[in-house]
């Protein structure tokens, strides 16, 4: 590619038609950066700080991946995307990957041609409503104003919901979180729905969280995880297994701070293996051996990651749930690297 | 002089007007009172003006300028006894990143440098009276520059595609002398294209490995904020010009096709909100283009609001030539100018002039829709604003964001409004 | 192309007619004519430019299809005939998620046309008042105008409607407000309208013998129900008004022929006013309050906050352009017109309304329609604020879930596109029946 944009601009007719694609890997490695597409903003899983920085649960995911592949965490380009951008960045390589909590849907994998890679949160669609209307079922809800935001799976489960249970509702359609919170606290809907995980987040900002409950009834799954590209496995391996090693290093206790104690061997071979001592997994990948020692180092693993971001020592203050090991009665399953 | 008894023979001296005539008790009547209407008109404009004033102004005079979030800024208000106050904490924490995105903070200099010598190439454009005409050259050079100072990068991009009009010019006057103006012309274009589509590439590598001179590059992706505002705006008025010019040629031309291909362009472009234009750059241009091509959505955006910015500009500029005297032209014609030094000479000059104040109100069209890119989630001010309402310690804000954000492009708009107007009277005296 | 032209027919018979004996040597074509020879070179430039349009469409379109072929996503409009799938809040027919995209696309249009012409309207009343209100001699309400049109000029208009949504979510009382039994909010208009931060309700028309509706076009996406109820009083109505206009034409005779004209107003009035109230009567005419019931106020009709604010923000917006463009045209017509008016012994404002405006009117229009023309665009911006207008279901919602922007994004464009064509040539029709008639 050209040196400067305003070349971008002049020759993308001639020259960088001749700049196809080769492996999203090896072009990743070429750039020297990672483009990774995140929210324009959403509490606990990504928005920039003042210095321009991103965090997030959702952005720890990019860096744990540019730091397996480019060995340097900050080594990436974030692009926001709403709703309605995000596929179209991804299918058309303006980011090498998504992790923007993407439901996993059957449509999106196979008619939009994308590849999910995992889960790294398993969330479900929820309702939050002050504690004053005194609702304590969602099948109560019949006649009542419903904040949704747009550009997500939640207005179609919204629908069905509603649909099954016979009941009316008003839909007030909102493009994004921060507008949603502001029409819900100022009683310009009564009910807000998105992902219980949103709903969480959006509460514990509240002057008074207390004044809200968050109904029982979870309507949907939302199994949210970071996306790819169709038709380019090897590139879908690594952020896979990106992904999988930070959830077993949480699993075989691998953290940040220990990691580089258990980098200089230990009796359990798996661990060996996910930090490169023994066997060749990172050869396999297209990488070096240490690149999953890199990516959890990068924030800790999976447990760390959560607890940093939206644990519930954070202002979000999640539990784990259905997030926790497979182990402690969660979901998080990660296959065994062998 | 008479000497009838009945006539005055000395002046009285003069009165003072009556009270009510004059001074501040006159002036209120005349103009606040006059009649019964106009009486109730002022008075609910005061009880309005009031009202608002009540409302806003013990919510501006808020002591947070250091609140640090917005739990703080509550803490402070309570501690003050301040009811219902602004949080301007957010303000003094995140004016930069409203202002310059996330553009590195220690490179701040190069966009504050290309909007300045941004004035200063438009200076002999815009006040050609009173900016000796020498600085021409450095407006015909900024194109090039401008874009170097906010993307960086090596300094023989921005040379080679100068470089590119050389090349063209030297190959039209070589070949006009060899085979004749036309063909000059035609070999010209033929070679500058080929330049900057094969050649210059090469050239730039090549340089930029013998004498590697630049500046750090920014990528477009840390544009935000205002500075993506205006930089979409000058990028988007600047390319627009000459292909404006071309489209307003050709729907003034006598050329059947040529002109129905302008009228449908325009009528296109102006007949679609940009909103769908930026949908097409947020998700169809990559479609539009050869297989593999990637280019950043702000490049992408840049290049819908170029054309969408055109159209308004060919009309604009057809209505300058369209206000030219036809002595004008006929005066061109009589000379034996050809259409082109015609319209090099005598017709543009004059009709771009007269064009200015217009071109100037497309200019605050654009940047006052350049707000819409938040919509496809490029991160100007609003955009911003929700990014920053996500972040956990600003969650909640609202007025203040949206107060400062309108505050800003009040300040640049009304002045470029106010100057597009002194200008238009400066072209009206100059008419007579 | 090299080909010897033999003749030329017209200067060939030209010259043969003038003289027979000397032939001029007959013109050769040469390539180079094509450019140097003012009578082919407009046809040369023309056909280059014809060739590169066509070869720029060609490239453009054999790459989308290549891009679309890699993608897996031929165009393809059937996605239109799908169930959509999501609810829309403000509906002028019957929908619900079942229905297909194209009927969901089909009720956001006529949500755009709902807030464009609401928009219109109340832009041009403002805009007319605050433009005549700018040039009034009261020093303050000239002041405060100059500001009114200063801030909603310079602000983008995105930033307005977003602005005046927060102010309408902020500042009005919640439903539950109006609640228990010390309620902090009150109903309006003698419990009739209740304004509230979700939309200001109203009391609805409702008829107790209604006649029903007429469903047309069965049951296509398109379906459209014509109330009969209606018609009939726009029938009775229209022929309340004729009979009105024939007594005119006939009082206007009288006139002519005996110089007194009859009184006739009360039955002008009586002709257009009794056979309608009959008919309201015997449909069972009355209204339907607005109720706080459960969540929200039911019954009456709900104009929501979003259309609310979208259409305060366009039409506050475009009034301050119109403002200026009134002045201006204003302005414009010489100071003789206004003496010669007050000399004739008008007042004020008639002179205005009688002389002014008239004569104004002329100049704003042309500027008007562009006005009107950038707010039925700018309602595209109802997405601000959720407002499901047609950018806000066929280019949001259904393209977001069903993944064809293509498709959805030429089809927003075509709507807009015709919408566009359709009042630009509405308002230049009536722009010529205005024009000054030169004779």
Known sequence: ?338 | ?432 | MNRRHETRPECHGDFSVMTTLTDPPKEQFRLSMLLYDMRYRSATIQVIALMGFMLLAAWLINNTAQNLAALGKPIDFGFLSEPAGYDINQRLLDYNSQDSHLRAAFMGLLNTLVVAVLGCATATILGVIIGVLRLSHNWLVSRLMTIYVEAFRNVPVLLWIVFIMAILIETLPAPRAFRGDNPTAEMMLGDSVAVTNRGVYIPEVLFSNSLGDVHLFGNSPLRFDVSLDLVVILIVLGLGLWVSRLIKIRADRIQEATGDRPTTWYLRLGVVLVPLLVVLWWLGFHFGYPELKGFNFRGGTHLRNSLIALWLALSLYTAAFIAEIVRAGIMAIPKGQTEAAAALGLRPRRIMSLVILPQALRIIIPPLISNYLNLTKNSSLAIAVGYMDITGTLGGITMNQTGRELECVLLLMLVYLLISLSISAVMNWYNESVKLKER
């Open chain 1, 1 to 338: 590619m050209k040196k400067t944009v305003l070349f971008g601009a002049l020759t993308i007719a001639g020259l960088a038609a001749g700049a196809a694609a080769a492996g999203t890997l090896d072009d990743v490695k070429a750039r020297g950066k990672l483009n990774c597409g995140v929210t324009t903003g959403l509490v606990g899983f990504a928005a920039p700080d003042a210095n321009g920085e991103w965090h997030g649960f959702d952005v720890a995911v990019c860096r744990a991946v540019a730091a397996a592949v480019l060995g340097d965490q900050n080594a990436i380009e974030f692009v926001p995307t709403t709703g309605k951008t995000r596929f179209t960045a991804l299918a058309s390589g303006e980011v090498d990957m998504l992790a923007r909590n993407t439901t996993w849907t059957f449509s999106r994998d196979v008619d939009l041609k994308f590849e999910f890679v995992g889960v790294n949160y398993y969330d479900g669609q929820g309702f939050m409503v002050p504690k004053s209307l005194g609702v304590s079922s969602a099948k109560e809800l019949d006649g009542a104003t419903v904040c949704i935001q747009t550009g997500t799976t939640t207005e179609l489960n919204l629908a069905d919901f509603f649909r099954s249970n016979n009941i009316s509702y008003e839909p007030v359609p909102i493009e994004t979180n921060a507008e949603a919170q502001q029409q819900y606290l100022a009683g310009a809907c009564d009910v807000y729905t998105t992902d219980a995980s949103g709903l969480a987040a959006t509460r514990a900002t509240f002057e008074n969280p207390g004044d809200h409950v968050i109904l029982p009834e979870i309507i949907s799954k939302e199994p949210l995880g970071p996306l790819v590209r169709h038709g380019d496995p090897e590139w879908g391996d690594l952020v896979r297994w990106t992904l999988n090693a930070l959830i077993s290093a949480e699993e075989l206790g691998i953290t940040s701070a220990n990691i580089d104690e258990l980098k200089k061997g230990t009796n359990n071979p798996e661990i060996n293996r996910i930090l490169g001592t023994e066997g060749k997994l990172g050869e396999m990948l297209g990488l070096d051996a240490d690149w999953a020692y890199r990516a959890i180092k990068a924030n800790g693993n999976y447990g760390e990651i959560f607890a940093k971001n939206i644990g519930e020592n954070t202002p979000v203050g999640l539990a784990r749930g259905l997030n926790a090991q497979w182990k402690e009665g969660g979901l998080l399953y990660s296959p065994p690297f062998r």
């Open chain 2, 1 to 432: 002089m008479s000497d009838k008894a009945y006539v005055r023979t000395e002046m009285l001296e003069p009165r003072d007007p009556p009270p009510s005539s004059v001074g501040p008790i006159h002036w209120i009547r005349e103009n606040l009172f006059a009649t019964w209407f106009d009486a109730i008109l002022t008075i609910l404009s005061a009880a309005a003006i009031i009202g608002l004033l009540i409302e806003v102004v013990p919510w501006l005079l808020s002591p947070t300028w250091g609140g640090t979030s917005l739990d703080n800024c509550r803490k402070i208000l309570a501690a003050a006894n301040h009811d219902g106050g602004a949080c301007w904490g957010v303000i003094s924490e995140r004016w930069l990143q409203m202002l310059f995105g996330f553009y590195p903070a220690e490179l701040y200099w190069r966009p504050i440098a290309a909007f300045v010598l941004l004035g200063v190439a438009l200076a002999p454009v815009l006040f050609s009276d009173k900016v000796p005409g020498k600085l021409l050259y450095f407006t015909a050079a900024y194109p090039f520059f401008f874009p170097w100072l906010l993307w960086g990068g090596t300094i023989w991009g921005p040379l080679a595609a100068a470089a590119g009009f050389f090349i063209g010019y030297g190959v039209y006057v070589v070949a006009s002398r060899m085979v004749g103006n036309l063909t000059g012309v035609i070999a010209g274009i033929l070679a500058a294209i080929i330049w900057w589509l094969v050649l210059s590439g090469y050239a730039v590598d090549a340089l930029a490995g013998i004498a590697p001179i630049g500046i750090e590059p920014v990528e477009s992706r840390k544009f935000g904020g205002f500075m993506l505002s205006i930089t979409i705006g000058v990028v988007a008025i600047g390319a627009s010009l000459p292909l404006g010019i071309v489209l307003a040629l050709g729907r003034q031309s006598d050329l059947m096709i040529v002109k129905y291909l302008s009228v449908w362009f325009i009528e296109f472009i102006r007949g679609v909100p940009l909103i769908t234009l930026l949908f097409v750059a947020s998700t169809l241009l990559n479609i539009f283009m050869p297989p593999g091509t990637d280019f950043d959505i702000i490049l992408r955006v840049l290049i819908m609001v170029t054309l969408f910015a055109s159209a308004y500009m060919a009309e604009v500029i057809r209505g300058g030539l369209a206000a030219l005297p036809k002595g004008q032209y006929e005066a061109a014609d009589a000379l034996g100018l050809d259409y082109w030094k015609a319209q090099r000479l005598v017709i543009m000059p004059q009709a771009l002039k007269i064009s200015i104040p217009g071109i100037v109100s497309t200019f605050i069209g654009v940047f006052k829709d350049t707000t819409l890119v938040s919509i496809i989630g490029l991160l100007d001010p609003l955009g911003l604003s929700n990014a920053i309402r996500a972040d956990s310690a600003w969650n909640g804000i609202v007025w203040e964001l949206y107060g400062f954000i309108a505050l800003i492009f009040f300040v640049f708009t009304f002045s470029m409004s106010r100057y597009s107007m002194y200008l238009e009277r400066k072209l009206h005296t100059g008419h007579r």
